[in-house]
């Protein structure tokens, strides 16, 4: 592909969600000094705050946006418009994350999406309800930071990238 705009989900503090995906992105960087990947990253992984975490990892190359706040199932087809402006602040307030926002099995219902228009979010979302709705970009590369079907490992092995190409980042797609 000549453009690719890279995004795996579940990036967390937790060995399976982040240690393998970490070492195959930087091996990645090596071989491909252009790549870029926007990590979508869950700021309170198993109850607890993950930004210290996120904080340490600092590459320009990579970027992490919002994956709900607990990621539990559901969570934010529960959240009322109070609920979800106030998660999405909490986690905005940790200093890591650009203003983007997807929601644990893209399950979402309105006021989430208003707290996210009001908060000025871009949303991965499949219903094209945000006003700054990112969906099935053409350049689109999606996967998982953990071993799932298509996690980060079966991804690169799609060999879907080379040297020439050029790598955005969702945030970057999303201000044109
Ligand atoms: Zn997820």
């Given at each position: 592909m000549d453009n690719v705009i890279l995004d795996l989900d579940d990036f967390a503090e937790n060995k399976e969600n982040s240690e393998e995906c970490l070492q195959l992105l930087l091996e990645q960087k090596s071989k491909f000094p252009n790549l870029k990947v926007t990590l979508f990253a869950i700021p309170y992984y198993l109850n607890k705050d993950n930004s210290t975490f996120f904080h340490s990892i600092?590459?320009?190359?990579i970027q992490f946006a919002i994956h709900g706040f607990y990621h539990h199932l559901n969570e934010c087809t529960l959240w009322d418009y109070n609920t979800a402006l106030q998660n999405i602040q909490t986690a905005y307030n940790?200093?890591?994350?650009?203003?983007g926002f997807k929601a644990p099995n893209y399950r979402i219902n309105k006021g989430t999406i208003e707290a996210l228009n009001d908060l000025g979010f871009w949303v991965d979302e499949l219903e094209k309800e945000s006003k700054r709705s990112y969906n099935n970009h053409p350049w689109r590369v999606h996967g998982h930071t953990?071993?799932?079907?298509?996690g980060i490992k079966q991804v690169i092995e799609r060999n879907l990238w080379n040297e020439n190409t050029k790598f955005h980042f969702i945030n970057d797609i999303m201000e044109k």
């Open positions: 600092k590459y320009d190359w940790m200093g890591c994350f650009v203003k953990w071993n799932a079907w298509n």
